[in-house]
Protein backbone atom coordinates (compact mmCIF):
# COMPACT_ATOMS: atom_id res chain seq x y z
CA UNK A 1 0.00 0.00 0.00
CA UNK A 2 2.96 2.48 0.66
CA UNK A 3 4.59 1.79 -2.47
CA UNK A 4 1.32 2.75 -4.06
CA UNK A 5 0.99 5.80 -2.50
CA UNK A 6 4.67 6.78 -3.10
CA UNK A 7 4.02 5.91 -6.54
CA UNK A 8 1.20 8.08 -6.81
CA UNK A 9 2.76 11.37 -4.99
CA UNK A 10 5.99 10.36 -7.40
CA UNK A 11 3.53 10.73 -10.78
CA UNK A 12 1.85 13.82 -9.35
CA UNK A 13 5.41 15.25 -9.04
CA UNK A 14 5.86 14.91 -12.66
CA UNK A 15 2.67 15.94 -13.93
CA UNK A 16 3.07 19.15 -12.11
CA UNK A 17 6.66 19.65 -13.07
CA UNK A 18 5.02 19.37 -16.77
CA UNK A 19 2.01 21.30 -16.29
CA UNK A 20 4.20 24.34 -15.67
CA UNK A 21 5.84 24.62 -18.87
CA UNK A 22 5.04 26.80 -21.21
CA UNK A 23 2.37 26.46 -24.29
CA UNK A 24 3.89 26.52 -27.35
CA UNK A 25 4.55 29.91 -28.49
CA UNK A 26 3.72 31.28 -32.25
CA UNK A 27 7.09 30.24 -34.66
CA UNK A 28 9.55 33.41 -35.46
CA UNK A 29 9.44 34.77 -38.65
CA UNK A 30 5.52 33.46 -39.47
CA UNK A 31 2.61 35.64 -40.60
CA UNK A 32 0.11 37.08 -38.35
CA UNK A 33 -2.38 37.10 -41.09
CA UNK A 34 -3.89 34.58 -43.16
CA UNK A 35 -1.88 33.28 -45.60
CA UNK A 36 -2.92 32.00 -49.24
CA UNK A 37 -1.50 28.86 -50.75
CA UNK A 38 -0.34 29.02 -53.66
CA UNK A 39 -0.62 32.72 -53.74
CA UNK A 40 -2.74 34.05 -56.90
CA UNK A 41 -1.88 37.12 -59.25
CA UNK A 42 -3.77 39.98 -57.88
CA UNK A 43 -7.02 40.74 -60.09
CA UNK A 44 -6.30 44.09 -61.71
CA UNK A 45 -8.33 47.11 -62.23
CA UNK A 46 -8.13 50.56 -63.63
CA UNK A 47 -10.04 53.12 -61.60
CA UNK A 48 -9.30 56.61 -61.19
CA UNK A 49 -6.69 57.68 -58.61
CA UNK A 50 -7.22 59.83 -56.14
CA UNK A 51 -3.92 61.60 -57.06
CA UNK A 52 -5.66 62.67 -60.13
CA UNK A 53 -4.16 60.01 -62.37
CA UNK A 54 -5.48 56.55 -63.36
CA UNK A 55 -4.94 53.50 -60.80
CA UNK A 56 -4.28 50.46 -61.91
CA UNK A 57 -2.72 47.72 -59.67
CA UNK A 58 0.09 46.65 -61.75
CA UNK A 59 1.59 50.02 -61.52
CA UNK A 60 2.59 49.33 -57.94
CA UNK A 61 4.53 46.08 -58.67
CA UNK A 62 7.62 46.06 -57.40
CA UNK A 63 6.31 47.60 -53.78
CA UNK A 64 3.97 45.67 -50.72
CA UNK A 65 0.39 46.81 -51.22
CA UNK A 66 -1.85 47.19 -48.50
CA UNK A 67 -5.50 46.87 -50.46
CA UNK A 68 -8.41 47.44 -48.78
CA UNK A 69 -12.02 48.77 -49.24
CA UNK A 70 -14.09 51.17 -47.54
CA UNK A 71 -15.85 54.78 -47.58
CA UNK A 72 -14.75 58.07 -46.28
CA UNK A 73 -18.02 58.44 -44.48
CA UNK A 74 -17.47 55.25 -42.47
CA UNK A 75 -17.18 55.99 -38.45
CA UNK A 76 -16.29 52.74 -37.52
CA UNK A 77 -14.07 50.13 -39.10
CA UNK A 78 -12.17 52.86 -41.92
CA UNK A 79 -10.78 55.30 -39.45
CA UNK A 80 -8.96 52.40 -37.41
CA UNK A 81 -7.77 50.24 -40.46
CA UNK A 82 -6.67 53.28 -41.72
CA UNK A 83 -4.90 54.42 -38.78
CA UNK A 84 -3.28 51.17 -38.07
CA UNK A 85 -1.81 51.57 -41.44
CA UNK A 86 -0.71 54.87 -40.97
CA UNK A 87 0.74 54.17 -37.86
CA UNK A 88 2.36 50.84 -39.07
CA UNK A 89 3.44 52.63 -42.23
CA UNK A 90 5.76 55.28 -39.64
CA UNK A 91 7.08 52.19 -37.47
CA UNK A 92 8.29 51.09 -40.36
CA UNK A 93 10.72 53.63 -40.87
CA UNK A 94 11.21 56.05 -44.14
CA UNK A 95 13.15 53.62 -46.21
CA UNK A 96 11.14 50.19 -45.90
CA UNK A 97 7.43 52.62 -46.19
CA UNK A 98 8.81 54.03 -49.21
CA UNK A 99 8.36 50.22 -50.15
CA UNK A 100 5.11 49.82 -49.36
CA UNK A 101 2.02 51.43 -50.74
CA UNK A 102 -1.59 51.56 -49.14
CA UNK A 103 -4.38 51.54 -51.51
CA UNK A 104 -7.99 52.16 -50.00
CA UNK A 105 -10.70 51.33 -52.52
CA UNK A 106 -13.97 53.30 -52.07
CA UNK A 107 -17.39 51.32 -52.15
CA UNK A 108 -19.46 54.65 -52.31
CA UNK A 109 -19.02 55.83 -55.27
CA UNK A 110 -22.15 58.61 -54.90
CA UNK A 111 -20.45 60.26 -51.79
CA UNK A 112 -16.72 59.06 -52.58
CA UNK A 113 -15.85 61.59 -55.11
CA UNK A 114 -12.02 61.93 -55.87
CA UNK A 115 -11.81 64.70 -54.21
CA UNK A 116 -13.25 63.95 -50.93
CA UNK A 117 -11.83 60.38 -50.61
CA UNK A 118 -8.24 62.39 -51.14
CA UNK A 119 -8.80 64.35 -48.58
CA UNK A 120 -9.85 61.79 -46.17
CA UNK A 121 -7.43 59.23 -46.76
CA UNK A 122 -4.45 62.36 -46.51
CA UNK A 123 -6.02 63.06 -42.66
CA UNK A 124 -4.19 59.43 -41.93
CA UNK A 125 -1.06 60.00 -44.92
CA UNK A 126 -0.76 61.77 -48.06
CA UNK A 127 0.77 58.54 -49.56
CA UNK A 128 -2.09 56.71 -49.19
CA UNK A 129 -3.99 56.28 -52.75
CA UNK A 130 -7.33 56.07 -53.15
CA UNK A 131 -9.64 54.52 -56.04
CA UNK A 132 -13.03 55.65 -57.03
CA UNK A 133 -14.86 54.78 -59.90
CA UNK A 134 -18.47 54.18 -61.59
CA UNK A 135 -20.59 51.62 -59.54
CA UNK A 136 -20.40 48.97 -62.02
CA UNK A 137 -16.54 49.32 -62.21
CA UNK A 138 -16.22 49.02 -57.97
CA UNK A 139 -18.59 46.08 -58.12
CA UNK A 140 -16.04 44.09 -60.29
CA UNK A 141 -13.47 45.27 -58.20
CA UNK A 142 -15.38 43.70 -55.60
CA UNK A 143 -16.29 40.89 -57.03
CA UNK A 144 -13.05 39.91 -58.32
CA UNK A 145 -11.67 39.92 -54.55
CA UNK A 146 -14.32 38.97 -52.52
CA UNK A 147 -15.59 41.90 -50.94
CA UNK A 148 -18.99 42.60 -49.45
CA UNK A 149 -20.16 45.87 -49.37
CA UNK A 150 -24.46 46.38 -48.38
CA UNK A 151 -25.81 49.20 -48.37
CA UNK A 152 -28.08 49.74 -45.28
CA UNK A 153 -30.52 53.18 -44.68
CA UNK A 154 -29.50 54.78 -41.64
CA UNK A 155 -31.33 58.01 -40.37
CA UNK A 156 -31.84 60.04 -43.25
CA UNK A 157 -29.05 58.77 -45.13
CA UNK A 158 -27.24 55.37 -45.66
CA UNK A 159 -24.47 53.51 -44.28
CA UNK A 160 -22.59 50.37 -45.25
CA UNK A 161 -22.03 47.13 -43.86
CA UNK A 162 -18.63 45.92 -45.66
CA UNK A 163 -15.89 43.58 -45.48
CA UNK A 164 -13.23 45.01 -43.03
CA UNK A 165 -10.39 43.00 -43.92
CA UNK A 166 -7.03 44.02 -45.81
CA UNK A 167 -5.15 42.06 -48.37
CA UNK A 168 -1.56 41.81 -48.89
CA UNK A 169 0.26 41.95 -51.93
CA UNK A 170 3.79 40.73 -52.48
CA UNK A 171 6.22 42.79 -54.99
CA UNK A 172 5.38 40.37 -57.63
CA UNK A 173 1.54 41.83 -57.47
CA UNK A 174 0.49 38.16 -55.68
CA UNK A 175 -2.20 38.22 -52.62
CA UNK A 176 -0.31 36.20 -50.23
CA UNK A 177 -2.00 37.12 -46.92
CA UNK A 178 -5.30 38.57 -45.53
CA UNK A 179 -5.43 40.55 -42.24
CA UNK A 180 -8.88 40.41 -40.93
CA UNK A 181 -10.12 43.56 -39.12
CA UNK A 182 -8.98 44.42 -35.64
CA UNK A 183 -5.23 43.71 -35.92
CA UNK A 184 -2.57 45.75 -34.32
CA UNK A 185 -0.35 47.73 -36.35
CA UNK A 186 2.99 45.61 -35.18
CA UNK A 187 0.92 42.69 -36.71
CA UNK A 188 1.13 44.66 -39.71
CA UNK A 189 4.43 45.52 -39.60
CA UNK A 190 5.22 42.16 -38.92
CA UNK A 191 3.62 40.83 -41.77
CA UNK A 192 5.15 44.09 -44.06
CA UNK A 193 8.70 43.01 -43.24
CA UNK A 194 8.07 39.47 -43.99
CA UNK A 195 7.04 40.58 -47.57
CA UNK A 196 9.59 43.13 -47.96
CA UNK A 197 12.21 41.15 -46.76
CA UNK A 198 11.52 38.62 -49.92
CA UNK B 1 -13.63 -6.61 5.21
CA UNK B 2 -10.00 -5.49 4.66
CA UNK B 3 -9.79 -6.44 1.21
CA UNK B 4 -12.87 -4.18 0.92
CA UNK B 5 -10.72 -1.21 2.26
CA UNK B 6 -8.27 -2.29 -0.18
CA UNK B 7 -10.51 -2.30 -3.25
CA UNK B 8 -11.90 1.38 -1.88
CA UNK B 9 -8.44 2.85 -1.59
CA UNK B 10 -6.88 1.74 -4.57
CA UNK B 11 -10.02 2.80 -6.45
CA UNK B 12 -9.51 6.35 -4.91
CA UNK B 13 -6.02 6.24 -6.11
CA UNK B 14 -6.78 5.49 -9.48
CA UNK B 15 -9.53 8.12 -9.97
CA UNK B 16 -7.53 10.45 -7.68
CA UNK B 17 -4.27 9.91 -10.60
CA UNK B 18 -6.80 10.45 -13.19
CA UNK B 19 -7.93 13.57 -12.38
CA UNK B 20 -4.55 14.83 -11.39
CA UNK B 21 -3.68 13.64 -15.02
CA UNK B 22 -6.12 15.51 -16.72
CA UNK B 23 -6.01 18.53 -14.48
CA UNK B 24 -2.07 18.64 -14.36
CA UNK B 25 -0.96 17.57 -17.71
CA UNK B 26 -0.63 19.94 -20.41
CA UNK B 27 -2.93 20.08 -23.30
CA UNK B 28 -1.49 19.29 -26.35
CA UNK B 29 -2.61 18.65 -30.18
CA UNK B 30 -1.09 16.43 -32.75
CA UNK B 31 -1.15 20.18 -35.01
CA UNK B 32 -2.33 23.13 -34.27
CA UNK B 33 -4.74 23.24 -37.21
CA UNK B 34 -7.85 22.86 -37.57
CA UNK B 35 -8.86 22.43 -41.35
CA UNK B 36 -11.83 22.51 -43.00
CA UNK B 37 -12.71 21.71 -46.85
CA UNK B 38 -14.81 22.42 -49.58
CA UNK B 39 -15.21 18.88 -51.22
CA UNK B 40 -14.87 18.64 -54.86
CA UNK B 41 -17.87 18.74 -56.50
CA UNK B 42 -20.08 20.82 -53.79
CA UNK B 43 -20.72 23.64 -56.42
CA UNK B 44 -22.66 21.40 -58.89
CA UNK B 45 -24.33 19.87 -55.98
CA UNK B 46 -25.76 22.96 -54.48
CA UNK B 47 -26.49 24.02 -57.59
CA UNK B 48 -28.81 20.94 -58.23
CA UNK B 49 -30.23 21.71 -54.78
CA UNK B 50 -28.68 20.60 -52.25
CA UNK B 51 -28.41 22.38 -48.77
CA UNK B 52 -24.31 21.41 -48.05
CA UNK B 53 -22.93 23.06 -44.79
CA UNK B 54 -18.98 23.22 -45.33
CA UNK B 55 -18.24 25.21 -42.31
CA UNK B 56 -20.11 24.77 -38.74
CA UNK B 57 -21.47 28.35 -37.55
CA UNK B 58 -19.52 28.61 -34.18
CA UNK B 59 -15.87 27.00 -34.47
CA UNK B 60 -13.74 26.47 -31.23
CA UNK B 61 -10.12 27.19 -31.25
CA UNK B 62 -7.67 27.59 -28.11
CA UNK B 63 -4.27 30.11 -28.21
CA UNK B 64 -1.34 28.01 -28.38
CA UNK B 65 -2.96 24.67 -28.68
CA UNK B 66 -5.44 24.41 -31.76
CA UNK B 67 -4.92 28.05 -33.04
CA UNK B 68 -4.74 28.18 -36.61
CA UNK B 69 -8.04 27.87 -38.71
CA UNK B 70 -6.99 26.16 -41.88
CA UNK B 71 -9.47 26.22 -45.13
CA UNK B 72 -9.41 24.45 -48.56
CA UNK B 73 -11.18 24.50 -51.13
CA UNK B 74 -10.71 21.36 -52.90
CA UNK B 75 -13.98 22.42 -55.95
CA UNK B 76 -13.27 23.58 -59.10
CA UNK B 77 -15.00 26.75 -58.51
CA UNK B 78 -14.00 29.91 -56.40
CA UNK B 79 -15.76 29.93 -53.43
CA UNK B 80 -16.35 32.76 -50.28
CA UNK B 81 -14.92 30.49 -47.93
CA UNK B 82 -15.21 32.47 -44.37
CA UNK B 83 -13.87 35.75 -44.34
CA UNK B 84 -12.30 35.35 -47.89
CA UNK B 85 -12.32 34.49 -51.55
CA UNK B 86 -10.34 31.43 -52.34
CA UNK B 87 -9.53 29.60 -55.73
CA UNK B 88 -9.70 25.92 -56.71
CA UNK B 89 -7.06 24.40 -55.23
CA UNK B 90 -6.24 27.11 -53.03
CA UNK B 91 -5.54 26.98 -49.06
CA UNK B 92 -6.46 29.97 -46.54
CA UNK B 93 -3.90 29.36 -43.07
CA UNK B 94 -5.34 31.87 -40.60
CA UNK B 95 -3.55 32.03 -37.38
CA UNK B 96 -5.12 33.41 -33.56
CA UNK B 97 -3.44 34.56 -31.24
CA UNK B 98 -5.23 35.87 -28.83
CA UNK B 99 -8.43 34.62 -26.90
CA UNK B 100 -11.15 36.48 -28.25
CA UNK B 101 -14.64 35.66 -30.34
CA UNK B 102 -14.31 36.72 -33.82
CA UNK B 103 -17.48 37.38 -36.29
CA UNK B 104 -16.52 37.11 -39.82
CA UNK B 105 -18.83 37.64 -42.77
CA UNK B 106 -19.69 34.63 -44.54
CA UNK B 107 -21.96 34.21 -47.57
CA UNK B 108 -21.46 30.65 -47.07
CA UNK B 109 -23.64 30.82 -44.03
CA UNK B 110 -27.64 31.33 -43.81
CA UNK B 111 -27.00 33.96 -41.32
CA UNK B 112 -24.25 35.61 -42.96
CA UNK B 113 -22.08 35.62 -39.86
CA UNK B 114 -19.14 32.60 -39.16
CA UNK B 115 -18.39 33.06 -35.01
CA UNK B 116 -14.89 31.63 -34.31
CA UNK B 117 -14.03 31.18 -30.43
CA UNK B 118 -10.11 31.29 -29.48
CA UNK B 119 -10.39 30.52 -26.00
CA UNK B 120 -7.59 31.34 -23.83
CA UNK B 121 -4.84 28.37 -23.47
CA UNK B 122 -5.81 26.36 -20.25
CA UNK B 123 -2.94 27.36 -17.65
CA UNK B 124 -4.46 26.30 -14.30
CA UNK B 125 -5.35 22.59 -13.44
CA UNK B 126 -9.09 23.64 -13.40
CA UNK B 127 -8.79 25.65 -16.57
CA UNK B 128 -7.33 22.07 -18.31
CA UNK B 129 -9.86 19.59 -16.73
CA UNK B 130 -12.74 21.47 -17.91
CA UNK B 131 -10.75 22.35 -21.63
CA UNK B 132 -10.57 18.51 -21.67
CA UNK B 133 -14.09 17.69 -20.83
CA UNK B 134 -15.73 20.76 -23.31
CA UNK B 135 -13.28 19.05 -25.70
CA UNK B 136 -14.66 15.89 -25.61
CA UNK B 137 -18.29 17.64 -25.40
CA UNK B 138 -18.19 19.39 -28.76
CA UNK B 139 -16.64 16.31 -30.30
CA UNK B 140 -19.51 13.84 -29.57
Known sequence: ?198 | MRTRTRILVVSAAVLTAALAGFSLAPISAPSREQVFEIPKGTWARRMAGAQIETLPDRIYLTAGVRDVLVLKNRDDVPQIFGPTLMMPGQNFSLPFDRPAEYQFACTAHASGQMTIVVDPYPNTPWARLSWRARDLIRRL
Not at chain 1, 175 to 185: D, E, F, K, Q, V
Request: net charge positive; hydrophobic share 40%.
Open chain 1, 1 to 198: MKKLLRLLTATLLLLTCVATAAPLAAAPGTFKSGVFDPPRQAPNFSLQGTDGHPLNLTQYRGKVVLLAFGYSSCTAVCPVTLHTFALAVRKLGPAAAGAVQVVYVTVDPERDTRVRLKQFLASFDPTFIGGTGTPAQLEQVRKDYGVSARKIPYENSYVYDHSSFTYLLDRQGRIRTLMPYGHSADDFVNDLNLLLRE
